[in-house]
Nanobody, 124 residues
């Protein structure tokens, strides 16, 4: 089993920045070449892919709306994945979830483990 815990959400003005963290515990990621993804879900909308990273190689992928503004990274020693969010917009308002799965894919169904989510609210 893998446990994921997000933190770092909050209220920020448009143009501001936040850094989300996702601390993982349980199984050893490097042994299973897990991919880690950040997703978000706004009220009345489907959960959507934001960014993902391969735990071992560090390959990354971003959704078009966040390219150039968000950066995903990981710290092996801390078993933690980060999402640095800059130039935030009101449209970025959502609950942000981290997830772990065997492949770096865009659909939520590809991910096995999920955190509880953290709220990000961007005011205009």
């Amino acid at each position: 089993q893998v446990q994921l815990a997000e933190s770092g959400g909050g209220l920020v003005q448009a143009g501001g920045s936040l850094r989300l963290s996702c601390a993982a515990s349980g199984r050893t990621f490097s042994s299973y070449a897990y991919a880690m993804g950040w997703f978000r879900q706004a009220p009345g909308k489907e959960r959507e892919f934001v960014a993902g990273i391969r735990w071992s190689e560090g390959n990354t992928h971003y959704a078009d709306p966040v390219k150039g503004r968000f950066t995903i990274s990981r710290d092996h020693a801390k078993n933690t994945v980060y999402l640095q969010m800059n130039s935030l917009k009101p449209d970025d308002t959502a609950v942000y979830y981290c997830a772990a799965g065997p492949y770096l894919l865009l659909h939520p169904s590809a991910y096995t483990y999920w955190g509880q989510g953290t709220q990000v609210t961007v005011s205009s």
